[in-house]
């Protein structure tokens, strides 16, 4: 069965970076769209960035850009999401989410499968 487990969360400082790693299972990573997003406390979950079927096209909320970086390696069926230059606004709970479909999907009613989520902390 679709299985996507993420890890790699933590306690940052402002300024530092991670990277979050989403083991998928279960499907070929080549024809599904994956995305992070990520959920604090009393808000939406909103859709951080996004890599199409065949690693064709990334996507990036404007809160983002220029800091965050999606890519996949498919020998290890694993989409990363690099995090650079981190605030204290990134702090959330961020989840990797998979659907078999083309395009930029960047809402969460638009993915079938989703991981158990890691915690990310940006705090001095």
């Known amino acids: 069965q679709v299985q996507l487990v993420e890890s790699g969360g933590g306690l940052v400082q402002p300024g530092g970076s991670l990277r979050l790693s989403c083991v998928t299972s279960?499907?070929?990573?080549?024809?599904?769209?994956i995305a992070w997003f990520r959920q604090s406390p009393g808000k939406e979950r909103e859709g951080v960035s996004c890599i199409t079927v065949f690693g064709l096209s990334t996507y990036y909320v404007d809160s983002v850009k220029g800091r965050f970086t999606i890519s996949r390696d498919i020998a290890k069926n694993t989409v990363y999401l690099q995090m650079n230059s981190l605030k204290p606004e990134d702090t959330a709970v961020y989840y990797c989410?998979?659907?078999?479909?083309?395009?930029?999907?960047?809402?969460?009613?638009?993915?079938?499968?989703w991981g158990q989520g890691t915690q990310v902390t940006v705090s001095s």
């Open positions: 279960g499907f070929n990573l080549d024809y599904y769209a």
């Open positions: 989410a998979a659907v078999k479909k083309y395009g930029i999907l960047i809402y969460r009613a638009e993915y079938d499968y």
